[in-house]
Structures are given as structure tokens and as C-alpha cells.
């Protein structure tokens, strides 16, 4: 993920031009607003890319938190 967002902030690409074309096909899907990535959607708002502490805190709110009788 961090060679997604080196290229996007600053235009690097890898040394190889075949790992350097997939990374910029790739990066066709994102967008770094601000610092934060986002994945583009087709139909469905942005959304935003989490590390994984984050996705971990994310679901235990979720599954523990002020959402657990919805889950």
C-alpha cells in the first residue's frame, strides 16, 4: 500500500516496468485527499482505506459497542 501512496503523492513508480504499469492501473481507483486514501466506487460513496489497528478497533466497536444490537 505505501508504493500506492508514494505514487500518488508524489509520482514515484517502481524501477520495473511491468510492476510500474499494475500500479498505475491500480491507482485509477484511488484518491488521496488530505492525507487519507479513499477507493473510488462506482454507484456507493468513497471509501476510506484503514490500517489494520484501525479495522481492528472498527469492528470491535461494531460487534461490541454502541452497534451491538444491530450486528
Known amino acids: 500500500m505505501t508504493?500506492?501512496?508514494?505514487?500518488?503523492?508524489?509520482?514515484t513508480l517502481?524501477?520495473?516496468?511491468k510492476e510500474a504499469r499494475k500500479l498505475r492501473f491500480k491507482a485509477r481507483q484511488y484518491e488521496l485527499m488530505e492525507k487519507i486514501?479513499?477507493?473510488r466506487s462506482f454507484l456507493t460513496p468513497w471509501l476510506r482505506?484503514?490500517?489494520?489497528?484501525?479495522?481492528?478497533y472498527i469492528?470491535?466497536?461494531i460487534h461490541e459497542g454502541?452497534?451491538?444490537?444491530h450486528a
Open 3 to 11: 508504493e500506492l501512496v508514494n505514487y500518488l503523492k508524489e509520482g
Open 14 to 17: 517502481p524501477e520495473d516496468e
Open 37 to 39: 486514501l479513499y477507493k
Open 49 to 56: 482505506c484503514v490500517g489494520p489497528l484501525q479495522a481492528e
Open 59 to 61: 469492528m470491535k466497536e
Open 66 to 69: 454502541s452497534c451491538s444490537m
